[in-house]
């Protein structure tokens, strides 16, 4: 009888935890209710958009979010502008690092960890590598709670696997490949520049300069478009392939040939998919904003954009959703390009590009 009123006594507190955060969250959904809408800086990535705004739309009806897209070279000076004039108009930045870091560094972040109120969300088991593994940067403003290898593909009709195994990125430089080397522009930030400083660091300037100048790399706006041009058999390469707009067109028995050069960290680098989550202080609705981030962080939210947008989510209960077996190889060390440790480096890579291939 004493055994079982310890192991009830133990229990009690278990318990009374679980209602304890399921009342909070309650109140925290009320309150935003009350608010009535969160707005968001969003990847630019049709995709993760649909399901961001579809799946917010059917969880929290009464909650309008305000999904705004836009390059964080060209968003962030504005609402750091608008923050200076005191209009805090935002609540949630869902992008790309860069726009992360930049807001982190002047100071328009709150932390994410206070702000959680799901206690799985901050569990170690939660996540692969712990819960640390989320933060980009030390001061744990800037989540990444994705990791996606990424690699160039090429076609194997017009190019043989062999070649690439036993070249590697340097097939690239081949004569015969020029002019058929398609890249989402690497001069207006998204995977683009990522694999510029990619090829950067494992080519050398010299490498990068060859692949841009001498073989006449031609660049798209979009990664769909770059993406669009291999299918069509216009080029060879991607380099920022859309991996949703390819699954696309293999429905339609299209782009089969399309292959990934391999998850080699020597022929691939991992980042985030494009996507961080952080909050933004002194936020719009700060409610909703809270809401939000526990939200993003759901096995639901994670999973369906992993799925729709082709990435891997850290969490340990979602499966990896990257097309072509893209999985990071265990024991290698990989480029990270969206971590805050890299960011002088990628930013003299980033200037260096325009100078080589001017706008």
């Known amino acids: 009888m004493l055994r079982v009123l310890v192991v009830v006594a133990c229990l009690l507190p278990v318990a009374a935890a679980a209602q304890d955060w399921k009342a909070e969250w309650a109140s925290l959904v009320a309150a935003a209710k009350k608010e009535g809408a969160v707005s968001v800086a969003g990847s630019r990535s049709p995709d993760a958009r649909r399901v961001m705004t579809e799946r917010w739309k059917k969880d929290f009806p009464d909650i309008e979010i305000q999904y705004t897209t836009g390059s964080s070279s060209t968003w962030v000076p504005k609402v750091l502008e608008e923050r200076k004039a005191g209009k805090f108009l935002w609540d949630n930045f869902a992008t790309g690092p860069t726009g992360g870091y930049m807001l982190a560094y002047n100071q328009a972040l709150d932390p994410i960890t206070p702000n959680l109120v799901i206690p799985e969300l901050k569990a170690d088991a939660t996540w692969q590598g712990g819960y640390d593994a989320l933060f980009n940067d030390k001061a744990k403003f800037v989540m990444g709670p994705w990791v996606q290898p990424a690699t160039i593909w090429f076609d194997s009709a017009k190019v043989s696997e062999e070649k690439v195994k036993r070249l590697g990125l340097r097939v690239l430089l081949e004569p015969e490949y020029k002019g058929k080397i398609a890249w989402q ?175």
């Open 185 to 359: 522009d690497p001069r207006v930030g998204g995977p683009g520049e990522n694999y510029s400083y990619f090829l950067y660091e494992k080519l050398g300037e010299a490498g990068l300069r060859k692949i841009l100048v001498d073989q006449k790399s031609v660049f798209f706006n979009a990664a769909s478009e770059a993406t669009t041009s291999v299918v069509r058999g216009n080029h060879y390469f991607v380099i920022g392939i859309q991996a949703s707009t390819l699954e696309q067109f293999k429905k339609e028995g299209l782009g089969t040939t399309i292959k990934p050069m391999g998850t080699d960290s020597s022929v691939a680098w991992v980042g985030t998919g494009g996507m961080v989550l952080a909050l933004l202080n002194r936020a719009a609705h700060p409610n909703a904003a809270k809401l939000f981030v526990n939200w993003m962080l759901t096995r639901e939210i994670q999973d369906a954009l992993g799925e729709a947008d082709r990435m891997n989510s850290l969490r340990t209960d979602v499966k990896p959703y990257t097309d072509g077996g893209l999985r990071a190889i265990p024991g290698q060390t990989y480029i990270n390009t969206t971590n805050e440790a890299v960011l002088d480096r990628k930013k003299m890579v980033r200037d260096l590009v325009p100078k080589i291939v001017p706008h």
